[in-house]
Each structure stands twice: as structure tokens, then as C-alpha cells.
């Protein structure tokens, strides 16, 4: 998670794109979890509108 928690930070990867590495059911290889998201970006984890 560190180095999500730093890239998000630096303005490397933004809201949406982290979005894409929180693990889910249909994303089971990500790499963070709907918590940890919140922790990073301070908002609720949802899946954008399909």
C-alpha cells in the first residue's frame, strides 16, 4: 500500500486510476483493498456505474 499512498500522493496516478487496483470480485489480482482506498483518498470505494 506504501506505494500506492505515495504515487497517489505525488499526483501520479489519480482517484479513478487507483480505483483500477482495489481488489474486488471482479478484480481478484488487485492490490488494495476498499479500506485501504478510503485510507489513501479519504472517499467511500464504490465501482464506477457500469
Known amino acids: 500500500m506504501a506505494f500506492w499512498q ?3 500522493n505525488q499526483k501520479w496516478v489519480t482517484v479513478d486510476q487507483l ?3 482495489v481488489k474486488t470480485d471482479s478484480n481478484p489480482f488487485g492490490e488494495i483493498s476498499p479500506a485501504q482506498f478510503k485510507q489513501i ?3 467511500d470505494f464504490e465501482t464506477p456505474a457500469e
Open 6 to 8: 505515495l504515487a497517489f
Open 19 to 21: 480505483r483500477l487496483v
Open 41 to 43: 483518498t479519504g472517499k
